[in-house]
């Protein structure tokens, strides 16, 4: 049975930092596309981040580019999410995903696996 745990969520004021883990069982994990989503109140889950099996390629949505980095380590069947310089409009439940599918994809349907989400609330 696949889990996805997230962890490291928070309240954190305006500026600040957090990083979010989810550690991946039941799955091969290094075989696997790993990737944030977020899902705002009364908003739809929207795509964060994602990162190739060996981490060689990365993507960012437009509105964490450069505040946000995403990495993993395989043999701790682990991915990270580092946020800095938090916004308000990063409050949200922050869920990890997995894919089968090879290459970095954005779509939430192509994801296979979900965990429960991390809250991450940003206060000004």
């Known amino acids: 049975q696949v889990q996805l745990v997230e962890s490291g969520g928070g309240l954190v004021q305006v500026g600040g930092s957090l990083r979010l883990s989810c550690a991946a069982s039941g799955l091969t994990f290094s075989r696997h596309v790993m990737a944030w989503f977020r899902q705002a109140p009364g908003k739809e889950r929207e795509f964060v981040t994602a990162?190739?099996?060996?981490?060689?390629?990365?993507y960012y949505a437009d509105s964490v580019k450069g505040r946000f980095t995403i990495s993993r380590d395989n043999a701790k069947n682990t991915v990270y999410l580092q946020m800095n310089s938090l916004k308000p409009d990063d409050t949200a439940l922050y869920y990890c995903?997995?894919?089968?599918?090879?290459?970095?994809?954005?779509?939430?349907?192509?994801?296979?696996?979900w965990g429960q989400g991390t809250q991450v609330t940003v206060s000004s």
């Open positions: 995903a997995a894919t089968e599918i090879a290459t970095v994809v954005t779509s939430r349907g192509a994801y296979n696996y």
């Open positions: 990162i190739s099996w060996t981490a060689v390629k990365t």
